[in-house]
């Protein structure tokens, strides 16, 4: 019976190790898609996201065990790609600020995804509807 109780604990710990592993990497993956599409690989801010430990790079906070994304702030620094729909990847983002960017095209769909998120800022960054309508 216990033995039972512990063998069944270690298989319900290497199941979170692992959803934890594979969190990691999403959000990982989506703010490299990100830094992508939103540089084309050549933007000064965006040339500190290297390397592991993407929690670290600059504009970005994370939060918990998990090493969720929670925010991610890049005002004022140049981008003037395309917002990656990946961002709808980040599920646990809260907190998003890219203001006073040069960023084209449209605001992705998959930001619908981020059901935390309690701040946006994209002010002066998108195109606004009006200018590319009459455009
Ligand atoms: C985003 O998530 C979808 C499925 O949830 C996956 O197919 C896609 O590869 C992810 N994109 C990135 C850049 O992580
Ligand atoms: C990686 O980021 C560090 C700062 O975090 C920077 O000093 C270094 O030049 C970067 N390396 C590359 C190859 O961009
Ligand atoms: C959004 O960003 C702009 C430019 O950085 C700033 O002036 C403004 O106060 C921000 N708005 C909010 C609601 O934080």
Known sequence: MARRSVRLLLLLSACMFFSTLA?????????????VAATGGISSVLTSW???GYCSWEGVRCRGMRRRVVALNLPSQGLTGVLSAAIGNL????T????SNGLNGDIPASLGRLRHLHS?????TMP???RSLST
Do not use: H, Q, V
């Open 91 to 94: 599920t646990s983002l809260r």
């Open 120 to 124: 946006l800022n994209l002010s002066a």
């Open 23 to 35: 969190a990691a990497e999403d959000d990982e993956a989506a703010l490299l898609a990100f830094k």
């Open 96 to 99: 998003l600020d890219l203001s």
């Open 50 to 52: 290297n390397g592991s």
């Open 128 to 130: 606004s509807p009006d």
